[in-house]
């Protein structure tokens, strides 16, 4: 007998061995269907810790279509890779998931497996709310299983190939999803334990606040170091000491809370959504969340400037100080009404306008802030129909060289151009 044989079976064994291990990951088993719990058989304590745990995880934000059914899907998604549909999760039969039992909702809310065995994309945050305890993910699925059931199929997802093929997702959850309790470290008090347990996992702030990897997962050893999701910038948020006036406990509570805090200006973008959920929680999640926030601080406060003054503008901010006078200065002007009565921050204390690139600043102007309910202090009109781009920019170079000690902005029309297509193709 030569070598060779041997070789070969011995490579045929690896081979074998390898694609098995690669077909137990790709392919999940299926869980039964059962019928649908009645509402009554969910006592109303765990509905109630279910709401809680529903708003601190924003399932309703990306689980509600624009002018949509609360939670019955339909919100496109865009990635790098394509659009991805929010499904349904009302307990409708048919297209919700009025037949998935416990198993199955607290497999796919930590692995990432569909009741019938398909792997969910992480679009889906699972891989923050794979922390989830027990308790929480069972209170979550008797709120979600005493709503309204809706019938609502999502559109079909718009994925670049071979993406397209979810058992691929498998090797991705290998690099990505590390499941398993959360371990309460016991050198921190009670309050930091749970901050860092909302934060890591149920509130998934990372998956926002942290730059992504060419293939879309978190970079590791940069968790919180700021990211860019739907068009605008999530600000680091482990540097909240360079903000000009360096952020408190206090102000993060009433920002997280309310949409906006006196001495930093206002949540709005993606950020809006999530303020409004925690509105609707316990204060103390809210301080927890805050106070293990500033215990990541890693950034000593940046040097400054001396403001410019009118005379040293730039002609783009000449032209932005006229169009500022005109369309901004009823609200944003020394002696604007929003400014002495409202307990509004100058623009001068705005994370846009101090922010190392101007995008939220562009997205700002470009979107202002749509009505909410009652919360009229809190309005300002859309840009994008009135301004062309190089209007937009000169403005946006105005309010950075009067308002900010920080340097001045590059490429600032290219910018807007940029925002303004990436916004149209949303
Ligand atoms: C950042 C957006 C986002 C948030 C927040 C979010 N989801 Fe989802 N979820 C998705 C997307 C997108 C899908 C579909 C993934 C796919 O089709 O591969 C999904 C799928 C699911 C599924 C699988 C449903 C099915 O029919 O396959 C469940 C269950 C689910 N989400 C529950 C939740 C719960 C509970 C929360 C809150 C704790 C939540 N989601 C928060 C985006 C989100
Ligand atoms: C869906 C994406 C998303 C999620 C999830 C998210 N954020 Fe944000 N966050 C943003 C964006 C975008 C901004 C910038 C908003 C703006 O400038 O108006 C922001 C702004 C902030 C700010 C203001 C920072 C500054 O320097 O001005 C804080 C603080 C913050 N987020 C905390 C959190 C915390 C805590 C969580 C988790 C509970 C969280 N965020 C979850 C997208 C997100
Ligand atoms: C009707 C009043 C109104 C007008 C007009 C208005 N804004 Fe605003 N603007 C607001 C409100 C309210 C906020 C939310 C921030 C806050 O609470 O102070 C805001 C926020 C901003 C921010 C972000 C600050 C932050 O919260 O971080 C920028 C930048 C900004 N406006 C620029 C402009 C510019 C430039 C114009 C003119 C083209 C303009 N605004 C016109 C009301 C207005």
Redesign the pocket.
Known sequence: MTLKPRFLWGGGVVVVAALAVAVALMWKPAIAPITAPPPASFDAQTRLAGARVVALGDCIVCHTAKGGQPFAGGLPLATPFGTIYATNITPDVETGIGSWSLEAFTRAVRHGVARDGHLLYPAFPYIHFTHMSDGDISAAYAYLMTREPVKATAPANELIFPLNFRPLLAFWNVLFLHPGADVADASKDAQWNRGKLLVDGLGHCASCHSPLNPIGGEKLGHAFDGGVVDGWEAPPLNALGTAPKPWTQAQLVTYLRTG?ASE???A?GPMLPVTRDLATVPEEDVQAIAAYILSIQKHEPVATRALTTDATLSPEAQNGAL??AA??A???GPHAP?QSI?E??S?AF????NATTPR??IQ??LN??DWHGEDT?????A?SQV?SDQQIAD?ASY?RAAYSQRGPWQDVEATVAKVRKENDAR
């Open positions: 906006r930093h200006g206002a709005a169009l500022f369309s901004c009823q609200c944003h929003m409202g509004r921050p623009l705005s994370t846009a306008v939220n600043a700002m102007m202002g802030i202090l809190n309005y300002m009109p840009f301004y403005l309010i």
